[in-house]
């Protein structure tokens, strides 16, 4: 085993490093990973701009990466459901105790949950991570490394599609084709969506949406009003849509939202924006559309696996970029810009392949 542990780390607003750092042993209920695959997401290129992301501040060196899938390079006294050699994808968030919210199934919302890359935890974007093994679940042969690393964005459009009631026969509309838009339109249709309209300000998003097989795309300008957008996407559909998932966070997207949507429907918060929002609340109000937030994801990972093997759902043309870890900022760079759809950062020295 190599004795060097290159990790990328934020010390501060705008200072990425990459440092060497000791290889960690695994607790008993714990197993040592050589990490293969960790794509950068949005909220890694915010903390390391603006030192925070709402309540959860920088304040000590912290290791960023949170989507992830590696190979088990040691396991602890206690695990016995894998072992080395065994590839597995990671889930991020592990409840620290056994809370009300853990007991009633919704573990992402216990307070004191541990979570890679949200300060003070260290995320997994390094050559050598430990992590639970109860939340590190075995990739089939047929699964890459790259696939089990995007179950982590794929397990916010399931968590949102879930909380939405999509089922067969929905009809969806989806604000934004970034990554979260485009997992959530791969989930959407896999749980029976009839019909998905997405829309975005960029023609090269909406064109990755129609190959991922959304069926109206809807290109935004931004001087559309709201309420204008609302009929374009109700003239498009040929009926208003029956559930609305968010992807964006900006305010004026919420208010189509809000506008767009069939009475009796629901419109699912999943982007994140301003603290405070001004919205239509009353013509939601009086037309029963309900309006939900997710907050990361619970008891999704065993469903994206299957999702994945069975074919159901492709996220391979969901990676753009590829990078080796020695070119981690030039990765961030990347993603910062807004350059293609999700970058993935190669850990393992001696296997760069998906």
Not at 42 to 51: A, F, M, R
Not at 86 to 101: K, L, S
Not at 186 to 215: H, N
Not at 247 to 260: D, H
Request: with cysteine; charged share 20%.
């Amino acid at each position: 085993m190599a004795q060097e542990n290159l990790s990328v780390v934020l010390h501060a607003k705008g200072d990425l490093r990459l440092e060497n750092r000791p290889i960690p042993e695994p607790g008993p209920n714990e197993v040592l990973l050589q990490m293969h695959s960790v794509g950068i997401c949005g909220s890694d290129v915010h903390y390391w701009q603006n030192g925070r992301i709402g309540d959860f501040v920088l304040k000590k060196p912290m290791v960023l990466g949170h989507e992830a899938a590696g190979r088990v390079a040691k396991v602890g006294s206690a695990v016995t459901h894998l072992k080395p050699g065994d590839r597995v994808a990671i889930e991020p968030g592990v409840p620290r105790e056994m809370d009300e919210f853990f007991k009633r199934g919704q573990y992402n919302l216990s307070p004191t949950i541990f979570f890679c890359a949200t300060p003070p935890d260290d995320g997994n974007l390094c050559r050598y991570y430990t992590h639970n093994a109860n939340f590190c679940y075995k990739l089939p042969d047929n699964v890459t490394f790259e696939e089990g690393a995007l179950i982590e964005p794929l397990s916010v459009g399931i968590h949102a599609c879930r909380r939405a009631g999509v089922t067969l026969g929905s009809t969806v509309l989806i604000c934004g084709a970034g990554p979260i838009g485009l997992v959530s339109l791969l989930v959407a249709k896999a749980m029976g969506a009839s019909k998905v309209i997405i829309t975005d300000l960029f023609a090269e998003r909406l064109g990755m949406a129609k190959e991922l097989g959304a069926d109206f795309q809807l290109t935004v300008k931004k001087d559309d009003g709201p309420q204008q957008l609302a009929k374009k996407v109700e003239d498009t559909l040929g009926a208003q849509p029956q559930i609305t998932l968010e992807c964006t966070g900006v305010e004026s997207c919420i208010q189509t939202a809000l506008y767009a949507t069939g009475s009796g429907g629901v419109v699912m918060l999943v982007g994140l924006g301003a603290s405070m929002t001004t919205v239509p609340l009353v013509n939601a109000a009086v037309r029963e559309v309900d309006i939900r937030g997710v907050f990361r994801y619970c008891n999704t990972w065993p469903m994206a696996i299957a999702m994945l093997s069975s074919g159901k759902v492709n996220v391979k043309p969901l990676v753009t970029h590829r990078f080796p870890l020695e070119q981690a900022v030039q990765a961030f760079e990347t993603t910062r810009q807004g350059l293609g759809i999700k970058v993935m950062l190669k850990c393992d020295k001696n296997d760069q392949n998906p």
